[in-house]
């Protein structure tokens, strides 16, 4: 007799979906360095996945159909980190050029309103 807590195939179908398509939402986001999209699509991640773990967990879906999915989904999630780290140097290089434009201007007005008289 079937579990009756066990998700129907099309219940598991429409989790690989709802999984994959939060992955092309994950890509797109990517591709357009759209940080804030990403963090809302981060916080989707876990109660997308659970389910497909749960079902993994009990034998009701094919391991490898899930291990695709979260080896792709491990990838964006490197990319995504490396992108952000090069964002914040990014973002580093150009406060120090700016620190180093207002020392400058500093600079010269203190050198230009102190003249001998």
Not at 103 to 110: D, E, P
Request: charged share 30%.
């Amino acid at each position: 007799m079937a579990d009756p807590q066990a998700p129907s195939s099309s219940e598991l179908q429409i989790h690989l979906d709802s999984l994959d398509e939060l992955m092309a939402e994950l890509g797109c986001a990517l591709r357009d360095q759209d940080w804030d999209a990403l963090v809302r699509l981060n916080e989707q991640i876990k109660p997308r996945v659970e389910p497909l773990m749960t079902s993994l967990e009990a034998g009701q879906v094919d391991p490898e159909l899930v291990r695709a999915r979260l080896e792709e989904l491990r990838q964006f999630m490197d990319a995504a980190g490396e992108g952000a780290t090069r964002a914040k140097a990014e973002a580093e290089q150009a406060l120090k050029g700016v620190n180093r434009n207002r020392s400058a201007a500093k600079a010269y007005q203190n050198v230009s309103t102190t003249r001998p008289k």
